[in-house]
């Protein structure tokens, strides 16, 4: 398998990067690059009784494990090809009950540690990398990281003590933190997280805010797609994190969670920078620049403050739905709502409106967003196909048939290069 490679492309040394991906023929829009299965891979506990553990397919009336009740699968053949992850985890749910309450990060380092025994040798998940190779960066880890890990390493062991042999401490931090690095979410059409997972061969890709390529999902394979044009010889780069936010808060986000900083032509140049921090235009005095960093200190803190706010067991949706509306009607007395500050917040709101099945507030809130996004987000974006997807799905609930054709027309330009393999079936 380690001698195989992915036809097109090679494993390189990229200048200041370290190891990457180089392509070694020409792919055009739309080409399929290279395709990997998960290593391993999990389903969300919110998503269990509508997609099968096994294959992730959403249907109805799948069939629930007769132990535990709590794994669905689509038929006796799913049931089986899980069985030996699911095992590790069904006796137990049984017995810790309401009790059992694994982080998903510690459910996937579970059964890696499985698939690691099971199969020693290098998978078809790692042609070109190994998992052993996966860089940890533990001497980069701050303290507070470092007691997440052994939370998690903690959480492991007694969870998972009647099925599995730990390695020693030292390779288990090790393992925590290379799965951090390196581990992706699985998400659906909607970009609705669905598990997690772990692509060797994907994350030997490095980073750019100007990505050639962008990953999709089937089931629990990982699809690699071009969105530019590649040249036999150029390097083949992926984004690591959600490009709508100006250049300073993604280099943020990538010192946090992957302790490097982008130097990619967007990242230089600032070209978005402008349109995607714009500030209101009908003020008669424009805001002095400390007034502009105080509300981007607010919108910040607002923010983590609302993730924090969405894990709280007592907190009610309509408490959500305030905390979006007075960030956003503090934030507009100096952002346009274009600002990518007032969208985040707005796609909160949006979030919790549907939640709530208040159709027209979801749908107010995702016609405020969905041209601002066309802007900011790169070409063939599924932040942007997602925005019309759901739109479009509004708008033929609550019977606004031309305004759903012209939305879903919308996903079918924003993805023209890959509409193949995006999920349409369920509008």
Not at 6 to 30: C, N, Q, Y
Not at 122 to 133: D, G, P
Not at 142 to 161: C, G, P, V, W
Not at 339 to 359: E, I, P, R, S
Request: proline share 4%; with cysteine; hydrophobic share 35%.
């Amino acid at each position: 398998m380690i001698g195989e490679g992915i036809e097109g492309t090679e494993r390189v040394l990229s200048p200041g990067k370290g190891r990457g991906l180089r392509a070694l023929k020409e792919f055009k829009v739309g080409d399929l690059v290279f395709a990997c299965p998960a290593y391993t891979y999990v389903l969300t506990a919110n998503e269990r009784g509508g997609f099968c553990e096994f294959c992730f397919t959403r249907q109805e009336g799948l069939s629930k494990c007769g132990k535990c009740k709590q794994a669905y699968y689509c038929n006796v053949d799913c049931q089986k090809g899980d069985w030996p992850m699911h095992k590790l985890e069904c006796s137990a749910m049984c017995s810790y009950g309401e009790n059992w309450n694994p982080s998903e990060t510690v459910r996937l380092v579970a059964r890696i540690i499985v698939k690691k025994k099971m199969h020693p040798e290098r998978t078809e998940s790692e042609r070109l990398l190994a998992l052993r190779e996966f860089e940890s960066h533990l001497e980069k880890l701050d303290n507070e990281k470092n007691e997440m890990n052994q939370t998690d390493i903690a959480a492991l062991r007694h969870f998972y003590s009647r099925h599995l042999d730990f390695p020693e401490n030292a390779a288990l931090n090790e393992l925590f933190a290379g799965v951090n690095c390196n581990g992706f979410t699985i998400e659906d059409e909607e970009l609705s997280h669905l598990g997690s997972a772990v692509f060797p061969d994907v994350a030997l890709m490095n980073h750019s805010c100007s990505p050639n390529v962008i990953v999709t999902y089937k089931g629990t394979v990982a699809e690699v797609r071009a969105i530019q044009d590649i040249s036999p010889g150029e390097e083949i780069f992926n984004s690591y994190i959600d490009l709508l936010y100006p250049t300073e808060d993604r280099n943020e986000r990538l010192i946090d969670s992957y302790f490097f900083t982008c130097d990619c032509k967007e990242c230089t140049t600032k070209s978005k920078d402008k349109a995607k921090m714009e500030i209101q235009k009908t003020l008669s005095t424009p805001p002095k620049q400390k007034e502009i960093q105080k509300m981007v200190k607010y919108a910040k803190n607002v923010i983590e403050e609302f993730r924090r706010a969405k894990h709280y067991k007592n907190i009610f949706h309509n408490d959500l739905l305030e905390i979006c509306e007075l960030s956003l009607e503090k934030m507009g007395s100096i952002f346009e709502e274009t600002n990518v500050y007032m969208l985040h917040m707005m796609y909160q709101a949006m979030g919790v409106c549907l939640y709530m099945q208040d159709w027209d507030g979801a749908m107010r809130y995702g016609e405020k967003i969905v041209k601002p996004y066309s802007v900011h987000y790169p070409p063939y974006s599924l932040n942007v196909a997602s925005m019309y997807l759901k739109l479009g799905r509004l708008y033929l609930g609550l019977e606004k048939k031309s305004l759903g054709v012209k939305a879903l027309n919308k996903v079918w330009f924003a993805l023209n290069p890959y509409i193949g393999v995006y999920n349409l079936d369920m509008v």
